[in-house]
């Protein structure tokens, strides 16, 4: 059990907390800022990375993430610096992918080559919608036509491209997400995430909707068909699902999602930043400050995060089951019965099999296309109280 974590990777997430604007539906931890020092922040980050490289010597690191916020607003030297630390203290694997989320701004696209050299080898870019009104209405500072012209020169500088797109929009209709869709699948890319708009509390969003605003929402039906035709549309393409809202063609899937879906270890620094470690015989979750001002000052003296607790076997497994089950690939049983130490109910199994919401295929249990559009009433049933 102690060496469970093996079995998902080792990862190391960075957030970068500012933004050029906030988006009216984001409920990450962004901030809008006229000034960063970027010294600071950039000694800030190394001295974290210093202090966890002594916690987890020898281990090899399957991926690094830069993520927000929008951290192609870091500058080239930053992410460079930060790279060069990683490589010094840590052994990186042969497939080592390292990711940088970016906004499709003309600015952020012309750091695009300095990221390259840094070592960066795949960038997710938060396109959102290919239409205009409807980036306006998710509030991007971007044009469809800017977006396309910094996806044509990520290509041009990473072998590997993302891009994320919302959908179940204001006044969207069927036939309109079909087609953006599609046009989205004839750009040259090998991964898209696809969210579904949901309204979070604590953002713009959330208080317009709350105060009878934005109207046109879709029905939960047209939400479902427009889940369907995603499938539908992607599996033609030869992106099928690997997970609920992601798809990408064989053997591009996000490295670094991976481990956190199967139950790696991942380091997580910066502000809000999360993190699952296993040192020893315990593993720890970890969150750190979300405010940034008070993050950088409290790197000085190592102290960014709360008090980190540790995690029951019986919770890894839970875990295990919530995250592993959103992949299509499914859980091992026998894995979480050793977490759990017991296994999970062949009764509920079976009977969630009868209903074509689950496939189990020997020690593999896995939702299938409709049981993921379900999943959380699934894990409830198959979750002990």
């Known amino acids: 059990m102690i060496e469970d974590w093996r079995q998902g990777g080792f990862g190391l997430y960075l957030h970068w907390p500012f933004c050029a604007a906030k988006c009216p539906y984001c409920d990450f931890n962004s901030h809008v800022s006229n000034s960063v020092d970027h010294d600071a922040w950039r000694d800030a980050y190394l001295r974290e990375i210093d202090r966890y490289a002594a916690l987890t010597p020898g281990r090899v690191l399957s991926s690094v993430f830069f993520g927000g916020g929008t951290p192609s607003l870091m500058p080239a030297e930053t992410v460079h610096a930060i790279l060069e630390r990683i490589r010094h203290h840590w052994t990186p694997a042969n497939d080592q992918e390292i990711t ?182 315990t593993r720890w979750a970890t969150e750190a400050y979300s405010n940034p001002a008070k993050w950088l000052t409290a790197s000085q003296d190592a102290k960014t995060e709360k008090p980190w607790t540790s995690t029951p076997a019986h919770d890894r497994a839970g875990e295990y089951l919530m995250m592993g089950l959103r992949l299509s690939t499914g859980i091992d049983m026998q894995r979480y019965e050793h ?47």
């Open 100 to 281: 940088l989320e970016a906004n499709p701004g003309s600015v952020e696209a012309t750091r695009f080559a300095g990221y390259a050299a840094a070592g960066v080898n795949r960038v997710s870019m938060g396109i959102q919608a290919l239409n205009d009104a409807d980036l306006r209405r998710l509030g991007r500072i971007h044009s469809v036509s800017e977006a396309r012209a910094a996806f044509d020169i990520a290509r041009s500088q990473f072998d590997r491209v993302s891009f994320d797109l919302i959908y179940a929009r204001q006044d969207q209709t069927l036939a309109d997400w079909r087609a953006e869709l599609t046009e989205a699948l004839s750009m040259t890319i090998d991964h898209l995430s696809l969210y579904q708009l949901t309204i979070e509390p604590g953002t713009a969003f959330g208080a317009r909707f709350d105060a009878g605003g934005l109207r046109g929402l879709p029905t939960d039906d047209l939400a479902v068909d427009m889940y369907e035709v995603t499938q539908e549309l992607c599996e033609s393409a030869g992106m099928p699902a690997y997970e609920v809202s992601n798809h990408a063609a064989p053997g591009s899937e996000s490295r670094h999602n991976m481990i956190y879906w199967r139950q790696g270890d991942y380091i997580g620094i910066g502000p809000g930043a999360h993190g699952r470690l296993t040192l020893g015989d």
């Open 339 to 385: 977490l759990a130490g017991s296994a999970l109910p062949q009764s509920t199994i079976d009977r969630l099999e009868e209903l074509g919401m689950v496939h189990l295929d020997g020690p593999t249990l896995a939702a299938t296309p409709q049981g993921r559009m379900v999943l959380n009433a699934i894990i409830t049933e198959l979750l002990p109280d």
